[in-house]
C-alpha cells in the first residue's frame, strides 16, 4: 500500500494542474513499454498509444485544426476516440462528443450549434454526416475511421500518416476548455456543457486516490466513450496511474464476465442498468472466479446489497452530473462507508456541496433541499447560452436540480429530482424534446412527456397525447407515433408507452400535472400502449 500511496501523491502533485494532452507525453517518458488500451482484440502499449497521438496531433494541425476549434467526434468506442480525445487536447481544440444513437436531425443541431469545424466519424455514420453536412457551414472537414477518403472525407489512417510530432501542440491552459459535452436539458434542446482541462484533471486525480487505483490495475469501459462517466472514471484514471484499459465496444451481457476473467480485470465503473442486468441472469458456477476488487456505480442500496453478496464484489457509490462532473464518493473502505449514503465530497477542500431551499438559503442540518456545487470541477457554462449558464451557476454554485439531504456524519443522501429530467440507464433525457417531436406530427394537438419507474432501466418513457378533432387510435395508432419518434429521436428517448387521452389533469392556472400522468396502467383509467410488448396495458375496447 505504501507504494500505491507514494503513486497517488506524484499524481497529485504533478498532474493536478495539468492538461489531458500533457498525459500522453508523461507516460511516454515513464511508461512507453507498459500496456495500455487493449480494445478489439488488439493491445497497444503507452508509447505506441502515444505515438499515434503524435501522429494524429501532426495531421489535425496540418489540415488545418487549430487551438479553440470545435472537433465533433461521432464514433463507438474503440481505439480512434481515444486517439481523436488526447489529439484534440493537445492542440486546445475542444472535442465534442455525438452519441452514436444521433439520428441526423439530432446531429444537425449539434454540429450546427458546437460550431464543429472538423468531424471525426466511423465509415457506419458516414452517410448521416454526408446528409447534414450541407446545412452546417463551419463544418471543414470530415474524416472517416475504417473507410476509405473521397466524396469529401478523408481517411483517418491518411491522417495518421503523419510523422510522429511531440511538439506539434498548443499552447493550452489548465483553465482552457478540453471539451464540449452536450446534456439533455429542461428547455429542450442539449446544452453543451463547457468542461476545462482543469476540471478534468483534478476529477480524474480525485477520482483515481479514492478508489487506489495504480498501475497494478485492469480497468474494464463498457460505457460509451462520448459520456462523461467512460472519459473520467476509466479512461483519464487509467493512464493517470499507469494502468491498463480493456476497452469494449458496448456492454454485452453475454461477454461481460468472460471478458472479466480473459484479462483479469480488477475494476470497473458502470451504471446501474449494467447491474440489473447481471443480477437477473441465471446463476452460472463460475461468477464469482474474478479478480476485482472494486465496482462503482450511481446505484440504490438494494442493488448494491445485492450485487456484493452474489458477485463478492465491493460496490462504491457516486453522485455526479457532466455539469458538475463527479463530486461525491462513499468511500472504498468498509470501515469508513456510511450505508445508504452516497457519500461525501471527493475532495471536502476542493469539492464543495450544500443543500439550499427555493430561495437558495441553506436548509437546516438533516433537512431536504436541492444539491449545489462549488468546484474547479464545474463546467465553466453552457456553449452560446449566457441565460441558461447564469441560471446553473446563479451565486457561484451550480444548481444540479436534484433534491438530497446531509446527515449528520455529513454524507449525501439522494432524494430524487427536482427538474423534471427523465434518467433512463444513465441517459438524461429532456420531456420537452421528444414534446416537440410528437407535437410536430400533424395528427398531434398536445403531448407531455413523463418517466415512469421501471426496475431495469430507473426510468421508461411515457408519452400522453391528445389527438387533433377527427383523429383517434384507428386512424393514428400508437405505432405510426412511434415511428415518427423514431425517425427524429435517438433509440433511446422513443417512448416505450404511448396514452391516449382526451385532455390533462391541470391546475387552476392551467399548467399540466405531470404527476398525475406517471402511473403505469394509465391516468383516470385510460389504457396505455407498451411498446415492448405490443399490448395496452389495460382492456378498453372502446379505444383498442
Known amino acids: 500500500m505504501a507504494g500505491i500511496a507514494a503513486a497517488h501523491r506524484h499524481v497529485s502533485a504533478n498532474l493536478l494542474a495539468g492538461t489531458i494532452g500533457a498525459i500522453v507525453d508523461d507516460r511516454a517518458a515513464d511508461s512507453a513499454d507498459r500496456p495500455f488500451v487493449t480494445s478489439a482484440g488488439a493491445g497497444i502499449s503507452y508509447g505506441e498509444f502515444a505515438d499515434r497521438v503524435w501522429r494524429l496531433t501532426a495531421g489535425l494541425r496540418e489540415l488545418g485544426v487549430a487551438r479553440g476549434d470545435n472537433v465533433c467526434l461521432f464514433l463507438p468506442n474503440g481505439l480512434p476516440f481515444a486517439l481523436a480525445m488526447f489529439a484534440t487536447a493537445r492542440l486546445g481544440a475542444p472535442f465534442v462528443p455525438a452519441h452514436a444513437q444521433l439520428t441526423p436531425r439530432e446531429l444537425r443541431y449539434l454540429l450546427q450549434h458546437a460550431d464543429a469545424v472538423a468531424v471525426i466519424v466511423d465509415a457506419e455514420r458516414l452517410p448521416l454526416v454526408h446528409e447534414v453536412r450541407d ?121 461481460f464476465w468472460p471478458s472479466v476473467r480473459a484479462h483479469e480485470v480488477t475494476f470497473f465503473s458502470v451504471m446501474p442498468t449494467v447491474i440489473s442486468i447481471l443480477l437477473q441472469q441465471p446463476p452460472a458456477p463460475a461468477e464469482r472466479d474474478h479478480r476485482v476488487r472494486l465496482c462503482v456505480t450511481p446505484i440504490t442500496p438494494p442493488l448494491l446489497e445485492a450485487f456484493e453478496a452474489r458477485f463478492g464484489i465491493p460496490v462504491v457509490n457516486t453522485y455526479g452530473l457532466t455539469e458538475g462532473m463527479l463530486n461525491v464518493m462513499n468511500f472504498v473502505e468498509p470501515a469508513k462507508r456510511r450505508p445508504g449514503a452516497i457519500g461525501k465530497p471527493l475532495l471536502p477542500e476542493i469539492h464543495r456541496l450544500r443543500i439550499v431551499d427555493d430561495e437558495d438559503r441553506d436548509v437546516a442540518p438533516g433537512a431536504g433541499g436541492e444539491i449545489v456545487l462549488q468546484s474547479p470541477a464545474v463546467m465553466t457554462g453552457y456553449y452560446k447560452d449566457p441565460e441558461a449558464t447564469a441560471r446553473a451557476l446563479r451565486g457561484g454554485w451550480l444548481h444540479t436540480g436534484d433534491l438530497g439531504y446531509v446527515d449528520a456524519e455529513e454524507f449525501l443522501h439522494f432524494v430524487g429530482r427536482k427538474k423534471e429530467m427523465i434518467r433512463r440507464g444513465g441517459e438524461n433525457i429532456a420531456p420537452a424534446e421528444i414534446e416537440a417531436v410528437l407535437a410536430g406530427h400533424p395528427g398531434v394537438l398536445e403531448a407531455v412527456v413523463v418517466g415512469v419507474p421501471d426496475p431495469l432501466w430507473e426510468e421508461e418513457v411515457k408519452a400522453c397525447v391528445v389527438l387533433r378533432a377527427g383523429e383517434d387510435v384507428k386512424s393514428l395508432p400508437p405505432v405510426a407515433l412511434l415511428d415518427h419518434c423514431a425517425a427524429r429521436l435517438a433509440a433511446f428517448k422513443v417512448p416505450r408507452y404511448v396514452e391516449y387521452r382526451r385532455d390533462f389533469p391541470r391546475t387552476p392556472t392551467l399548467r399540466v400535472q405531470r404527476h398525475k400522468l406517471m402511473g403505469l396502467t394509465g391516468a383516470d383509467g385510460t389504457p396505455v400502449f407498451d411498446r415492448v410488448t405490443g399490448q395496452w396495458r389495460i382492456d378498453d375496447k372502446e379505444n383498442r
Do not use: W
Open 135 to 255: 446545412e452546417c457551414p463551419l463544418l471543414r472537414h470530415v474524416v472517416v475511421v475504417g473507410g476509405a477518403g473521397g466524396a469529401g472525407a478523408l481517411g483517418f489512417d491518411d491522417l495518421m500518416g503523419a510523422p510522429p510530432r511531440p511538439d506539434a501542440r498548443a499552447d493550452v491552459a489548465p483553465g482552457d476548455p478540453a471539451g464540449i459535452l452536450y446534456t439533455s436539458g429542461t428547455t429542450g434542446q442539449p446544452k453543451g456543457a463547457i468542461l476545462t482541462h482543469r476540471g478534468y484533471m483534478l476529477n480524474a486525480t480525485a477520482f483515481a486516490e479514492r478508489t487506489a487505483l495504480s498501475g497494478d490495475d485492469v480497468l474494464f469501459c463498457v460505457l460509451p466513450l462520448a459520456h462523461l462517466n467512460a472519459q473520467r472514471s476509466s479512461l483519464l484514471p487509467a493512464a493517470l496511474t499507469r494502468a491498463r484499459l480493456v476497452l469494449a465496444e458496448r456492454f454485452s451481457v453475454g461477454a
